[in-house]
């Protein structure tokens, strides 16, 4: 009885085993990419790194700063807004400066009103010294030859004190307009059309000429950046300094830009090349390698594509190519 129970289990185990192998022995179909790696659609093309941007003349965005240094009171518009020139972004802190401007605003009133009292006073000495003349005139013995002088020296006295009743007012006048001025830029404001693409600033923090403290980065940021809202966008490529010599003719160069983790492929219209070899950066956060690469900046653009959503910063494979 205890064979015939071994020699089952063993057939059991022989089973198990045939099975065991069949069914690891199947090999699974694998799934399919979520999309196709970008390949060289060129000949001979060449490949780039590329990022997008706003379509300006300068192939960057527009970092605005404050001319004068601040606490940030208000923000008045919110990232991705379409501003015009003039647009107001920020509000600094303009306690002390709108004091100063008041202050100086008084003193220039002051000063004209004084300018009124000298003339007032000129009038008056000089209606005597006319009458005290043409009593002269008529009888040499009416009025005192010192008498005349000292009335005469009353008009120049008044006429001095006038002229620097006058010059206090163009300096008072002068110094308030430069503080009017200087309060003007604690208000921030765009200098050009376009989108607001970040505000890399809060209520109550600080920001002057060297921009913004970003506690994550360590770095000084832009206030605010912003963009051209035209309906070009603009791509910027670093093309290897090994791969120079092999750039097509600018009549002749193409382009097609590859949306990383998408099948989109869009193709790229030739803007110029920026005709100075720079270190490499790396474009993440644009900082500069340590290694001595150097690269030269190409500018593409395209038409903004209206079902396909894409951001500045946007980081994209580029080949480089003639057809």
């Known amino acids: ?54 379509n300006q003349s300068s192939g960057e965005n527009i970092n605005i700063y404050p001319e004068v240094p601040g606490v940030v009171v208000r923000i008045m518009i919110p990232e991705g807004a379409q501003v015009s020139a003039g647009t ?100 921030i ?34 206030p605010v950046v912003m963009g051209n809202s035209e309906g070009y966008i603009g791509v910027r490529c670093y093309v290897d300094e090994i791969l120079i010599h092999r750039l097509p003719a600018a009549a002749k160069m193409h382009a097609r830009m590859f949306v990383r983790g998408t099948n989109i492929n869009i193709p790229l219209e030739y803007v110029r090349a920026q005709p100075y070899v720079t270190p490499k950066i790396e474009l993440s956060n644009q900082r500069t390698e340590r290694v001595d690469v150097r690269v030269l900046p190409v500018i593409f653009r395209f038409a903004k594509p209206k079902d396909i959503v894409l951001y500045p910063g946007q980081l994209v494979d580029v080949y480089i190519g003639e057809d």
Do not use: C
Not at 3 to 15: H, Q, S, Y
Not at 20 to 45: E, L
Not at 195 to 210: D, E, K, M, R
């Open 1 to 54: 009885m205890r064979n015939k129970f071994l020699i089952v289990l063993a057939i059991a185990g022989i089973m198990a085993g045939f099975a065991s192998a069949y069914v690891y022995g199947i090999k699974n179909k694998p799934q399919p990419p979520a999309f196709n790696p970008a390949s060289n659609p060129y000949a001979q093309g060449i490949y780039a790194n590329g990022i997008i941007e706003s």
């Open 88 to 187: 107001p972004l920020l509000m600094l802190d303009d306690g002390v400066q709108r004091a100063t401007t008041e202050q100086l605003k008084a003193q220039a009133e002051a000063s004209q009103a004084q300018i009124a009292l000298a003339k007032a006073s000129l009038r008056s000495v000089q209606d005597t010294f006319a009458k005290l003349q043409k009593s002269y005139e008529l009888d040499t013995k009416s009025v005192s030859r010192d008498v005349l002088d000292t009335a005469h020296n009353g008009v120049e006295v008044a006429k001095a004190n006038l002229a620097v009743a006058e010059k206090q007012y163009q300096a008072s006048l002068k110094a308030y307009q430069v503080a009017k001025v200087l309060l003007a830029k604690y208000l």
């Open 189 to 222: 404001k765009a200098k050009s059309d376009g989108i607001v693409l970040s505000v890399n600033t809060a209520v109550g923090s600080y920001i002057s000429s060297q921009g913004t403290y970003d506690s994550y980065t360590g770095s000084m940021d832009p």
